[in-house]
């Protein structure tokens, strides 16, 4: 054989070799590395595909952007503290827990079977040499009915696990479980279930960001939890769970509304006024995501859209005590947020002057506890322990010409700041979507799926 067919030979051969190698080497494209979007940049807006569908984004634990096709949602696990009864502290005295399944501690020292009720005060031996009892059920779902506190649906169930923190002050029990899960228990405990779907499933959105910010804020981290069961956060099974608040929540799963790559602070409230405040209502810096919205008479036919009450004079000076002001001489309204709520009010004793200058102190000292507030539809309350808003005017009531009270003409409950709730149904019957109503209420948003 000649030299230069003996050469060609080998070439041959060496390119067949070459070939195998790099079909060998390739990656198919599923299996690349994924990019993400630094978590300081804001998420690009949503854009049309080549395909002419909508390319989904979502937000990653960093913050990032990915491709769902690529990275499936990961579970999120939130801590929550269970307050006493009636939502008045922090630390338990006693606790009495039933086991709704067969139930282990973390090191597995103790076992309970279903049924089993475990009682704990400061004394317990259960407590490990930190202080700490950890409790896992072999069913999660079936978790622990907890009979030492009561809650508006009678004795309150828990899913997920149970840990207990034993200090000088008492004990904190924290519920650990799954945050859809959460949101299962929360949803129909702020917002009511006969509420249009597309209200409710907006809702679940407002409630899931306001859980993640917080999970990623780690605010109760000294407590052992992310958020707690009140109001303080948001109320968290003091309804039980319902099908269509369910169905809600699972039709809304994992998203949450971000604005400039970071959850928001979706704040919401009952019923506005006809116009909404940004957060400097408390004396924050305004975030862009927090508008003054003017929703004019959306929410009209609500009882609580106007209102009225008179604060009797003695009344007031027994709320003003501590301001060691004398008694009350006038209350002058000097400062209006954007939206028209009272963040700024004086009050002129007789031996002096108090300013109020955050809209939830004002309600606080306007307090009504105890007081008829007449709604727009002839109803009234008694049972208002703050005023029903910032949103109002005040006048002198006299008598013989002696100010004997003031009357306060208002509208709206609640802090005004975020999305409304009997808004955002009356948006839902008008057959806006729960997309379209959290772009009502929330500017400069993106809304993404959690991952």
């Given at each position: 054989m000649k030299w230069e067919n003996i050469l060609l030979l080998l070439l041959c051969v060496g390119g067949l070799i070459y070939s195998g190698q790099i079909h060998e080497n390739n990656e198919p494209a599923f299996e690349k590395p994924i990019k993400t979007v630094s978590p300081s940049?804001?998420?690009?807006?949503?854009?049309e595909a080549v395909s002419g569908e909508k390319e989904r984004k979502t937000v990653s634990e960093e913050g990032?952007?990915?491709?769902?096709?690529?990275?499936?949602?990961?579970?999120?696990?939130?801590?929550?503290?269970?307050?006493?009864?009636?939502?008045?502290?922090?630390?338990?005295?006693?606790l009495t827990l039933v086991c709704n399944s067969n139930t282990k501690t973390e090191d597995g020292s103790r076992t309970f079977t279903a049924g089993d009720t475990i009682s704990l005060d400061m004394g317990s031996d259960l407590f490990d040499q930190e202080g700490a009892l950890k409790l896992f059920p072999e069913d999660e779902k079936a978790g622990f009915t907890v009979t030492s506190v009561k809650r508006e649906q009678g004795t309150p169930t828990y899913e997920g696990k149970f840990e207990i923190y034993r200090s000088k002050e008492g004990m904190l029990l924290i519920n650990v479980l799954n945050l859809e899960t959460y949101l299962k228990y929360v949803v129909p405990s702020e917002m009511p279930s006969t509420y249009e779907a597309e209200a409710l499933k907006a809702q679940s959105v407002c409630a899931r960001t306001y859980a993640y910010k917080h999970m990623r804020d780690t605010s109760l981290a000294n407590k052992h939890a992310d958020v707690d069961d009140s109001v303080s956060y948001q109320v968290y099974n003091n309804v039980s769970r319902q099908a269509v608040t369910d169905q809600a929540v699972d039709e809304t799963a994992d998203q949450v509304m971000m604005c400039d790559g970071e959850p928001i602070t979706a704040y919401f409230f009952s019923t506005s006024s006809g116009s909404t405040s940004t957060n400097e209502v408390w004396s924050e810096t305004p975030e862009k995501y927090l508008q003054c919205v003017n929703s004019g008479g959306l929410e009209s036919s609500e009882p609580w859209f106007r209102w009225n009450v008179t604060l009797p004079l003695d009344y007031l000076n027994h709320q003003i005590e501590k301001f060691n002001i004398g008694t009350l001489q006038a209350i002058i309204i000097l400062k209006k947020s954007s939206g028209g709520a009272v963040d700024e009010l004086k009050l002129v004793g007789s031996n002096g002057e108090k300013i109020l200058d955050s809209e939830y102190t004002i309600r606080q000292v306007l307090s009504t506890k105890g007081i008829p507030v007449n709604r727009q539809d002839g109803t009234m309350t008694t049972k208002m322990s703050l005023m029903p808003s910032a949103y109002f005017t005040c006048t002198p009531v006299y008598e013989q010409d002696q100010v004997t009270g003031y009357y306060f003409e208002g509208g709206g409950y609640g802090h005004g700041v975020g999305m409304s709730q009997n808004g955002?149904?009356?948006?839902?019957?008008?057959?806006?979507?729960?997309?379209?109503?959290?772009?009502?209420?929330?500017?400069?948003?993106?809304?993404?799926?959690?991952?």
């Open positions: 940049r804001k998420p690009d807006k949503t854009k990032g952007i990915s491709d769902p096709s690529l990275k499936q949602p990961a579970e999120k696990t939130i801590r929550v503290l269970i307050k006493t009864q009636d939502f008045e502290g922090d630390y338990h005295s006693g955002a149904n009356h948006l839902a019957a008008s057959g806006k979507k729960w997309q379209e109503i959290l772009n009502y209420f929330y500017k400069e948003i993106d809304l993404c799926p959690i991952v």
